[in-house]
């Protein structure tokens, strides 16, 4: 199992980049895929996170309504959509996944970065203003 993340790089704030992470190997569903972040000097922070196979989304309540997690199951692909981004969304941004059947599903929500089997190496998000 491998995670790689993409579409990383330096930004103006308000524009809206997305994020993608491929995600091999999975076949069983309702299991959590996250995104999380870390700023310089921050402690990493769970982003939004999604069940796959249902579709059920979790978000960060500092991004709530700006940003976009999203599946593609077909192409075992998991985004993040960032629109309207601020230099306080600067950071390094993971996926991680966990191939273990959640229920219920709000733990997705809640589920910390330790907690995931499978996590990625990252991808750097800079905002400038």
């Known amino acids: 199992v491998q995670l790689v993340e993409s579409g990383g790089g330096s930004v103006q704030a308000g524009m809206s980049p997305t994020l993608s992470c491929v995600a091999s190997?999975?076949?069983?569903?309702?299991?959590?895929l996250g995104w999380f972040r870390q700023a310089p000097g921050k402690e990493r922070e769970g982003v939004a996170s999604?069940?796959?196979?249902?579709?059920?989304?979790f978000y960060a309540d500092s991004v709530k309504g700006r940003f976009t997690v999203a599946q593609d199951s077909a192409k075992n692909t998991l985004s993040l959509r960032m629109n309207s981004l601020k230099p306080e969304d600067t950071g390094m941004y993971y996926c991680?996944?966990?191939?273990?059947?959640?229920?219920?599903?709000?733990?997705?929500?809640?589920?910390?970065?330790?907690?995931?089997?499978?996590r990625g190496q990252g991808t750097q998000v800079t905002v400038s203003s």
């Open positions: 190997g999975f076949a069983d569903s309702n299991y959590c």
């Open positions: 991680a996944a966990d191939p273990v059947v959640v229920t219920p599903g709000w733990i997705c929500g809640r589920k910390p970065w330790d907690s995931y089997k499978y």
């Open positions: 999604i069940i796959f196979g249902s579709g059920q989304t």
